[in-house]
């Protein structure tokens, strides 16, 4: 019988195996279209846009799902609407779409709108749209999805509960549709919760102007921050960065209404999360792929029930736990080994007491059992046999007693471990950034202490990693670790931030004289190479140094201060080191301000090129021109390349910015030969940031082709800095580029390195004499001999000589006596634009140049 059974079942089974493997096949084929209303890399969408795979991975990892992005918050235009709608109705001409699922309202109306013809007619899931933007959809069919709610009003009482003193809340919003909309719900919940609240709405004032009038905004407020990603003059905002300004900034708490606000130094709230939104709107899709009909499921509406906030930023304006709302959610809380394993501390100690009082017990009994066996010797067999029992459980409480001390041993070495893990780096085991808040922050509070800041940052790490790898750069850290360690003592912490920033927390330094000493110290820690897998790699950090209490009493504001100088530091050239002044906060207003007015400052097209001839000496003709960048900024006014360059290398945007001046150059050039039928060179200045990327030997391939200009007459400037911070790398690119017929200059010869072996190894072709040098000629007190030996050194390499910054007759005529090739200088033009270079090319055979 149960054979038969046996049978019936395998059977069953057979059968059901190719049905299951035919339904998840089925179910593989379904298409999942993801349209957002924003750019990725916006972290409310990355965040519901997470939610929903993260929903449809859970029920079928097999689903065929396409993620588009309709970048509708940086161009909100009819233009972008009719590209959105071409591309989408290209690409989804033969596919079927089985799901439509959107985040926030521009991707919704936009699916509704359009799915007949180009989304297969799918039913619609949506999420990020609250219920104002949902009446637009009031007569639209097939679709159900996730309301977006936000509460303020829980919010504000929950301020009101930690500080019940408040009497204004100063609310941030920008002047969008959702801005206005969100901002005009947060005055209603005010007025709700309190009347006599003082709302103060700031959709009228700049995020400059926000920031600054922060220091005059008084205790008993707070600042609300909701939707702001639009400045008031329309440009787009960095919420994050925004976010986090404030929040240093501000001496009261910032609350928001957002997830994506957090980690930012803001405080907390009852928050929005666009993690859990897409979860939802992913799980409601499934159920629609599984047969349910839009219209029949009902639209959700999620509410946080847990008070959100940051630990460290509770810590800093002091609120405790016990003001919170009893339902909360902690996040950024530094791990206690105490409080986190309490339970199991206290329930191990218990059962250590016990089976010691149990080990006491034992032990008397045992004692008690020997007195007996001398009485009990003479007994019968029976009492011999109990003896053997229980001498045999002696021995095994022994052996119990014996593991449970193991045990212990065994825990509090564990414990001792963890502490180590928790304040120490895991790559160099320098003490991390923990251990720099607890324990010294702890000394800090004592106002008698005195002492400085380092902050060290590597000067071009950055190249290292990109050249040579990752791994290279973790043995190069280690070894830097190792040596930094030389300096240390028992007044003197070092401490590893994280990527190749380290601080050294210096005690019982009273001085200024006394800090520098020691920081001159740390850079000749660095005067030799380091030799890392066979490369022998030279190293330079940039030091910034805060003393305290005069330049700040906590780690925060010693951290944020020692960083502006370091700064400093790096826009002066690198390689040194700068003591925090107020001035420096000024100079980064400014940077910050440099950097803001980039975004736009090739399109509204700020950005001009002037020309300096070259003069060739030998036939006193016009050779080419050097391309000069130039600023005009309606509110920065007009800036010369050494205000801006170095912000545009640190963040990355020299490598736009270069090839529009590689290409206007080329371009303009290329005209203007054809023009006057002549073949002019141009000398294009390029950064490191520039040279180092991959492409860079392709986007100047490409610029040639499109200029139509001869590689012959083009010239890349390089500086000797550049070439040395990475030889290796940058020799080969200019190898290539002098293969393709294409001149390569170093600029400001003499200033830098100057070091024979690479103009020996490198295909250079031009030496571009300092203005430094060409201003000793005629200078009783200087004189020539460096400027004779760079042309002796050129003409004996075969390479062109170029003098910079001529502007006397004098200089002009020693150049030439002394054999230089080429003249550039204020005595012959200033860099001119390209109208008034076009005249000064026309009217050149008739100027007298004495």
Not at 284 to 301: C, F, Q, T, W
Not at 327 to 334: C, L, R, S, Y
Not at 446 to 456: P, Q, T
Not at 503 to 530: H, L, Q
Request: charged share 20%.
């Amino acid at each position: 019988m149960k054979k038969h059974l046996l049978f019936f079942v395998l059977l069953v089974v057979w059968f059901l195996i190719p049905f299951q493997k035919v339904q998840a096949s089925n179910s593989d084929y379904k298409h999942i279209l993801i349209l957002n209303s924003y750019h990725s890399g916006f972290q409310w969408t990355d965040n519901q846009t997470e939610g929903i795979l993260s929903a449809l991975s859970m029920d079928n990892p097999h689903y065929n799902i396409s993620i588009e992005h309709m970048d509708w918050k940086r161009y909100p235009t009819d233009k972008n609407l009719d590209n959105i709608y071409k591309s989408l109705q290209d690409k989804y001409a033969l596919q079927k779409i089985d799901v439509v699922v959107t985040t926030d309202d521009a991707a919704f109306y936009f699916a509704l709108e359009n799915r007949s013809t180009i989304f297969s007619d799918a039913p619609v899931v949506f999420c990020g749209v609250n219920s104002t933007g949902l009446l637009q959809a009031k007569d639209e069919s097939n679709y159900t999805g996730v309301l977006e709610e936000i509460y303020p009003e829980d919010t504000i009482r929950a301020a009101l509960k930690i500080n019940p003193s408040i009497n204004t809340i100063y609310l941030i919003y920008d002047n969008t549709e959702s801005g206005m909309s969100t901002g005009e719900l947060c005055i209603k919940a005010a007025n709700k919760v309190n009347s006599t609240l003082n709302v103060i709405s700031l959709n009228q004032e700049s995020s400059t102007d926000i920031i600054n009038q922060l220091p005059d905004i008084n205790q008993n407020s707070i600042i609300l921050i909701t939707t702001y990603f639009t400045d008031l003059d329309g440009s787009p905002i960095n919420h994050q960065a925004f976010c986090k300004k404030i929040s240093s900034e501000s001496y009261v708490p910032v609350y928001h209404l957002y997830d994506f606000g957090m980690n930012q130094g803001v405080f907390g709230g009852y928050l929005t999360t666009g993690r859990q939104q897409g979860m939802e709107a992913g799980e409601l899709a499934n159920r629609i792929i599984k047969g349910e009909k839009a219209d029949e499921i009902p639209i959700l509406s999620l509410k946080s029930s847990h008070f959100t906030y940051d630990y460290l930023v509770a810590q800093k304006f002091q609120i405790k736990k016990s003001q919170l709302p009893l339902q909360n959610i902690t996040m950024n809380k530094p791990f206690s080994f105490l409080e986190t394993y309490r339970n199991l501390v206290i329930t191990v100690l218990f059962i250590i007491i016990l089976l010691a009082s149990f080990s006491g017990v034992l032990l008397f009994y045992i004692r008690k059992i020997n007195k007996m066996k001398y009485k009990l010797a003479q007994n019968n067999e029976e009492l011999s046999q109990l003896y053997e029992e229980l001498s045999a459980t002696e021995e095994e409480l022994r052996a119990q007693v014996t593991d449970i001390s193991d045990a212990h041993e065994q825990l509090e070495e564990y414990s001792t471990k963890l502490h180590h893990l928790a304040y120490h780096d895991t790559l160099t085991g320098l003490y991390n950034r923990l251990y720099l808040y607890e324990e010294i922050g702890e000394k800090l509070e004592d106002n008698s202490y005195e002492g400085a800041m380092y902050f060290i940052d590597l000067d071009n790490f950055k190249f290292v990693n990109d050249a040579l790898g990752h791994s290279i750069g973790d043995e190069l850290l280690i070894a830097i670790s190792n040596r930094l360690l030389t300096l240390t003592s028992k007044n003197i912490a070092l401490i590893r931030l994280g990527g190749d920033e380290f601080v050294f927390f210096a005690s019982k330094i009273k001085s200024k004289e006394v800090a520098k000493d020691f920081a001159v110290k740390i850079i000749n820690i660095f005067s030799s190479n380091f030799d890392i897998n066979e490369n022998r790699l030279s190293v330079t950090v940039s030091i910034g140094i805060a003393m305290f209490p005069e330049n700040g009493a906590s780690i925060d504001k010693l951290l944020r201060n020692a960083d502006m100088a370091m700064y400093k530091v790096k826009n002066n050239g690198k390689n040194g080191y700068y003591f925090f002044n107020n001035q420096l906060k000024e100079e980064l207003m400014e940077r910050i301000n440099i950097e803001k007015n980039f975004k736009n400052a090739l399109e509204y097209k700020e950005f001009q090129i002037h020309y300096q001839p070259q003069i060739k000496i030998g036939t006193d003709n016009i050779d080419g021109f050097e391309a000069l960048i130039r600023w005009q900024n309606k509110e920065l006014g007009m800036l010369s390349p050494i205000k801006f360059i170095s912000v545009a290398e640190e963040t990355g945007f020299i490598t736009v910015l270069g090839e529009w001046i590689l290409k206007t150059a080329c371009n303009t050039v290329a005209k203007l030969n054809q023009k006057l039928n002549q073949s002019f060179n141009i000398s294009v200045n390029i950064s490191v940031i520039q040279l180092v990327q991959d492409d860079f030997v392709k986007v100047v391939k490409k610029v040639l082709k499109e200029t139509c200009l001869s590689p012959e007459l083009l010239e890349l400037e390089i500086t000797e800095s550049v070439i040395m911070e990475s030889q290796e790398l940058v020799t080969e690119k200019i190898k290539i580029l002098r293969k393709l017929g294409i001149k390569i200059a170093i600029d400001d010869f003499g200033t830098g390195y100057s070091s024979l072996s690479y103009l020996r190894n490198i295909p250079i072709t031009t030496l571009k004499i300092d203005k430094l040098f060409v201003d000793d000629i005629g200078n009783p007190l200087s004189n020539t001999d460096v400027t004779d030996t760079i042309i002796d050194l050129g003409h004996k390499m075969n390479l062109t000589i170029v003098a910079e910054g001529v502007e006397t007759k004098e200089q002009l005529t020693y150049l030439k006596q002394n054999g230089c090739d080429k003249i550039q200088g204020y005595f012959y033009s200033k860099p001119l634009p390209i109208q008034k270079l076009e005249e000064f090319i026309n009217n050149y055979q008739q100027l007298d140049f004495g």
